[in-house]
């Protein structure tokens, strides 16, 4: 798919370094960006740090970017970026694990979570597993097709459905639960 | 970008039967309307410090293409002139250049052959000389000489 003619101006304004086209594009894309990373993060240090690194990142690539749908670029690049921070994570754990001898090692990297979080959508999706997790934010923030999304994760368009399907099914679920802590405090 | 409600619908009839897709997609769409309902957003002064950090990236990314585009001309440019005067013609030769030419040829053709048939032909003026003076005794003796001179220089001896 092409991007709109306005887009196709800014993003060229952008591979000659024009800061303001720069600063244009990060009015555009900041807030969708940084909800995906703070949807599947819960922290909002980490998120805005993934943020600035995703436009540094995008900064030095964007004269590769040839043509076709700009936003599915953009967001490619953020679930890249945020997949290596998983793996880094993963690996620091690892390591801390090894340090100190605990026996007990999970299968899924733990993801960052405020010790303050209120917030019972997010409490939701970090109970889903991260892949799942990363589907349903990167169809929600990346307006993303699962015809798409099944390209991305290079697995057929059924398995990509039945995930983000599920997934959303059981985030519902949660949702329309009553508050646990709620229940608790009367 | 995403599917339409219809198109979502007709997307998952492949996978479920009419009821269940029909289900699914309202109970997908519920659940993507809870994440809209609250998007989190950065903090202005967050973005104000990415729009700064971009625009100082900037300018430094363009110094550097500037730089390497610099270089590459300059290299470029070196390119040009060594090709160029790799292909200069050279300047016909001057008349001294051929005669020192000529000069060199003659001798290095077969140098040795020359001086020994001038030896002979020395000798032989010396031996004529001497037969039409035979009372002359110091040139009868060098003739001698010379004739001796010849005889061992032609035996095989000294060859080892």
């Known amino acids: 798919m092409s991007e709109q003619p306005e887009i196709v101006e800014l993003l060229d304004e952008c591979k000659r370094g024009n800061p303001d086209a720069l600063g244009r594009l990060v009015e555009l894309y900041a807030a969708r960006c940084y909800g995906y990373f703070y949807r599947l993060t819960g922290n909002r240090e980490v998120s805005e740090e993934l943020l600035s690194e995703l436009y540094m990142r995008l900064l030095e690539k964007i004269r590769s970017f040839e043509g076709g749908s700009f936003e599915k670029w953009l967001f490619t690049i953020a679930s890249n970026l945020f997949r290596d921070r998983l793996r880094k994570q993963y690996r620091q754990k690892r390591l801390l694990e090894e340090k100190t001898r605990i026996a007990e090692i999970e299968s899924e990297p733990e993801r960052e979570i405020d010790s303050t979080l209120s917030d019972r959508l997010q409490q939701g999706l970090t109970r889903l597993d991260a892949e799942t997790a990363e589907l349903i934010v990167l169809r929600f923030y990346g307006d993303f097709s699962f015809k798409e999304l099944s390209e991305m994760r290079s697995e057929p368009i059924g398995t990509t459905l039945s995930k983000v399907h599920r997934g959303l099914k059981k985030l519902k679920e949660w949702m329309e639960q009553p508050d646990e802590r709620k229940q608790r405090t009367t | ?160």
């Open chain 2, 1 to 160: 970008m995403k599917e339409s409600r219809e198109q979502l619908e007709n997307l998952l009839r492949c996978f479920y039967d009419e009821d269940q897709a029909v289900q699914a997609a309202s109970d997908m769409e519920a659940a993507e309307s809870l994440l809209a309902a609250d998007s989190p957003l950065p903090r202005p002064e967050v973005l104000v410090h990415i729009k700064q950090s971009l625009r100082q990236r900037a300018i430094a990314l363009s110094r550097k293409r500037q730089l390497y585009r610099h270089i590459l001309t300059a290299a470029a440019a070196c390119l040009a002139a060594a090709i160029g005067l790799w292909n200069i013609p050279l300047r016909p030769e001057s008349p001294v250049v051929l005669q020192n030419k000529i000069v060199q040829d003659f001798f290095a053709d077969d140098a040795v052959q020359a001086i020994s048939s001038s030896l002979d032909d020395i000798s032989e003026q010396i031996y004529t000389g001497s037969s039409a003076e035979k009372e002359d005794s110091w040139a009868n003796e060098v003739g001698n000489e010379i004739e001796e001179m010849v005889l061992i220089a032609q035996a095989d001896f000294w060859k080892g």
